[in-house]
T-cell receptor, first 112, second 110 residues
Framework: GESVGLHLPTLSVQEGDNSIINCAYSNSASDYFIWYKQESGKGPQFIIDIRSNMDKRQGQRVTVLLNKTVKHLSLQIAATQPGDSAVYFCAENGAGANNLFFGTGTRLTVIP | SQTIHQWPATLVQPVGSPLSLECTVEGTSNPNLYWYRQAAGRGLQLLFYSVGIGQISSEVPQNLSASRPQDRQFILSSKKLLLSDSGFYLC?????????FGPGTRLTVL
C-alpha cells in the first residue's frame, strides 16, 4: 500500500556478506511483484520480478522469494558489494491492474 | 530500444509560481504513463496515470494537474506552487506490469 509518509527502514551489511531485504504486501489478489533499486538522485531501476505462480526466482546475484500465505516478499543479494548501496522498493500490482503499489523502501548501506 | 526523458533535471521555483514538467518516451507507442512524487527519504506517491491521449486519472487531490497532449508526452503542471510541492518527480511508462522510470526532476519550492 502507500508508503509516502514513512521514513525508510535501514539495513547495513558488510561487503561480501549476503543481504536480505523484506517486504510485506497488502493485497492477496496481487499476482505480480517487482523489486526496484534506486540510487541517490536517480530514478528506480528494475532488479527482478516474480509472478504469483512462482515462489522463487533467481537472477544474477539476486533471488526473490514469495510467500503468498503470509503475503511476504524478500530480496536476497549475494556477496553484497559497495555498488549495491541504494534504496530498494518492492511493488505489487493489486488485483491484476497495471498500476503498481510501492512498499516503504529499505535503505541498504554496504560497509567496505 | 525505449528511452524516457524528463526535463528539467532540477528546478528552483518561488511559492506561487507556475510549474511545467515534461516527460517524453521514445521507441514505443501507446504506453501507460505515470507521474510519481517522492519526498526526501520517503517512498513513491502516485500522482497521475494515463492510458491514452487525453486520458488522465488522478490518484491524489492537490494543486497539480497532468495532461497528455501526444501519445508519448506527459506533462505535469501547477498554476501556483506550494512549499509542500517540493520533491523528486518521477515519470514512468509501461505496457504491462513493469514500469520504466525516467531520471527524475528535483523541484525545490522556496
Amino acid at each position: 500500500g502507500e508508503s509516502v509518509g514513512l521514513h525508510l527502514p535501514t539495513l547495513s551489511v558488510q561487503e561480501g556478506d549476503n543481504s536480505i531485504i523484506n517486504c510485506a504486501y497488502s493485497n492477496s489478489a496481487s499476482d505480480y511483484f517487482i523489486w526496484y533499486k534506486q540510487e541517490s538522485g536517480k530514478g528506480p531501476q528494475f532488479i527482478i520480478d516474480i509472478r504469483s505462480n512462482m515462489d522463487k526466482r533467481q537472477g544474477q546475484r539476486v533471488t526473490v522469494l514469495l510467500n503468498k500465505t503470509v503475503k511476504h516478499l524478500s530480496l536476497q543479494i549475494a556477496a553484497t558489494q559497495p555498488g549495491d548501496s541504494a534504496v530498494y522498493f518492492c511493488a505489487e500490482n493489486g488485483a491484476g491492474a497495471n498500476n503498481l503499489f510501492f512498499g516503504t523502501g529499505t535503505r541498504l548501506t554496504v560497509i567496505p | 530500444s525505449q528511452t524516457i526523458h524528463q526535463w528539467p533535471a532540477t528546478l528552483v521555483q518561488p511559492v506561487g509560481s507556475p510549474l511545467s514538467l515534461e516527460c517524453t518516451v521514445e521507441g514505443t507507442s501507446n504506453p501507460n504513463l505515470y507521474w510519481y512524487r517522492q519526498a526526501a527519504g520517503r517512498g513513491l506517491q502516485l500522482l497521475f496515470y494515463s492510458v491514452g491521449i487525453g486520458q488522465i486519472s488522478s490518484e491524489v487531490p492537490q494543486n497539480l494537474s497532468a495532461s497528455r497532449p501526444q501519445d508519448r508526452q506527459f506533462i505535469l503542471s501547477s498554476k501556483k506552487l506550494l512549499l509542500s510541492d517540493s520533491g523528486f518527480y518521477l515519470c514512468a511508462w509501461s505496457w504491462g506490469h513493469e514500469q520504466f522510470f525516467g531520471p527524475g526532476t528535483r523541484l525545490t519550492v522556496l
